[in-house]
């Protein structure tokens, strides 16, 4: 079964400065998808960014961007010049499957992270 | 705006009782999933359908069932209510056109508070 690991349970940033989280996950698949996916205290689920595992190049969305290591198995996600508004949980996740066949989300347990002003 | 509506928002009931959670998908989506997330935790996946047939199962009480109807809204039922499934309930869809393969549309929620 696949399982995705996130090792830091809390972080702090201050405003402006950069700010990296961790995840990890595990499978035996070779085609899926890795999510950072926000969660602020409105509770809203809110997609950060997206990786297709078949993509060698890392995703990037303004100030986002991930490191994404497909032999270790390891997706983290970069925050640059961080705002305020960055405030909220973070999730990762993984899709297995591609195309019509792909099964369901499976999150890790989250970051929480706080922006300093 | 995700385009996915979950009502309703909030639900307090006692325990005991049975409520249902209704979702509309995003228009044309024919996946539905339904996830708890309870207080601090992760989103649990409890089950999702594919054009009114259940495609997966994770981790859903025997007490809770789902279905999807052919109009493609599902309604999440919860039965013999505990303390314990006090929670935030997502449904999500999703879509296989390739421009945006992959991603889960998340709806708002239905936070269910039982006493």
């Known amino acids: 079964a696949q399982t995705v690991t996130q090792s830091q349970p809390e972080m702090s940033v201050q405003e402006a400065e950069t700010v990296t989280l961790s995840c990890t996950y595990d499978?035996?698949?070779?085609?899926?998808?890795l999510f950072w996916y926000k969660q602020p205290p409105s509770r809203q689920m809110i997609l950060v960014i997206r990786?297709?595992?078949?993509?060698?190049q890392n995703a990037t969305e303004n100030r986002f961007s991930v490191n994404f290591q497909k032999a270790a198995k390891s997706f983290s996600l970069k925050i640059s010049d961080s705002q305020l508004g960055d405030t909220a949980m973070y999730f990762c996740?993984?899709?297995?499957?591609?195309?019509?066949?792909?099964?369901?989300?499976?999150f890790g347990k989250g970051t929480k992270l706080s922006v300093k002003p | 705006d995700s385009g996915v509506t979950q009502t309703p928002k909030h639900l307090i009931t006692a325990t005991g009782q049975r409520v249902t959670l209704r979702c509309s998908p995003r228009s044309g989506d024919l996946s539905v999933y339904w996830y708890q997330q309870s207080l601090d935790q992760g989103l649990q996946f409890l089950i999702q359908y594919y054009n009114g047939e259940e495609r997966a199962k994770g981790n859903i009480l025997e007490r809770f069932s789902a279905q999807q109807f052919p109009d493609l809204h599902s309604e999440l039922n919860l039965s013999s209510l505990e303390l314990g499934d006090s929670a935030l309930y997502f449904c999500?869809?999703?879509?296989?056109?390739?421009?945006?393969?992959?991603?889960?549309?998340f709806g708002e929620g239905s936070r269910l508070t039982v006493l």
């Open positions: 499978t035996s698949e070779s085609n899926y998808y």
């Open positions: 996740a993984f899709r297995g499957g591609y195309g019509g066949s792909q099964g369901n989300l499976i």
């Open positions: 990786q297709e595992a078949y993509k060698q």
């Open positions: 999500a869809s999703s879509a296989v056109e390739r421009e945006n393969a992959g991603e889960l549309f």
